[in-house]
């Protein structure tokens, strides 16, 4: 695939999702030339247990933080849409904005999660907010983003239907795109170091742990898997 021709649409939850989740994929594809927006639902408002930790402090830093991650990455656009953190629900409300959104930036590939995905390994319980806004980015994608009748207002503001091409669903249960990572990963932890407020990095031996456990199966030393989807024969 010609990256430079491409245009991605990446979206999550919470700040420092998408450089846990994806964060070397999309530093290989900026590296190849693609245009790359990241858009991040929720405020990160309940990313501390601080108790005198300020509400708008702290979204102010993850602000910040994710900023700085996209800098590291080579991710252009940086969308912030506000919701509260810790309760997102996919409402109809959030699938138009993202609906709105996709028709502005006209991506050929949307990266978001699995809104299947109650469970990883026997410890970590996929939080709920992953799922909603997964459920949400992949109800935008299809059908409302393509289809002139729904969300008529978006029309009312010049926004045509847009079909997006490729879906790359990450944390999927079931896993058919392993993207080799190998040139990227030192890029993916540098990205996920400026997320000071969330995670000790340190050396990301944790990160090269979990790269390498996904790139075992097809001999890459570093990989991030995928769920592809391919909506489209490709105009
Ligand atoms: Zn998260």
């Not at 001999?219 to 024969?233: C, D, I, W």
Request: charged share 25%; proline share 4%.
């Amino acid at each position: 695939m010609d990256m430079s021709q491409q245009r991605v649409l990446v979206i999550f939850a919470h700040p420092d999702d998408p450089e846990f989740m994806v964060g070397g994929t999309i530093a290989r594809w900026a590296r190849e030339g693609a245009a790359v927006t990241y858009v991040i639902i929720t405020d990160g408002s309940a990313g501390s247990n601080d108790p005198t930790m300020e509400r708008d402090t702290l979204v102010d830093l993850r602000r910040r933080e994710q900023r700085g991650a996209c800098d590291a990455a080579g991710v252009g656009d940086l969308l912030f849409l506000g919701y509260q953190d810790g309760v997102l629900q996919p409402t109809l409300e959030l699938r138009r904005d993202l609906t709105r959104i996709i028709r502005q930036y006209k991506p050929t590939i949307v990266v978001c999660g699995d809104p299947t995905a109650w469970f990883y390994s026997e410890g970590y319980i996929n939080h709920p907010d992953h799922r909603a806004a997964a459920a949400a980015a992949i109800e935008a994608v299809f059908p409302s983003a393509e289809t002139r009748p729904i969300f008529r207002e978006l029309l009312a503001e010049g926004l045509e239907p847009h079909k997006v091409q490729q879906l790359w669903i990450t944390g999927a249960t079931e896993v058919n795109m392993w993207v080799d990572i190998s040139a990227d990963i030192e890029t993916k932890i540098e990205a996920l170091r400026h997320h000071k407020s969330q995670v000790e990095v340190g050396e990301g031996e944790f990160i090269r742990k979990w790269a390498a456990e996904d790139g075992r199966k097809v001999g890459m030393t570093y990989a991030e898997t995928f769920k592809v989807m391919r909506l489209s024969s490709g105009e």
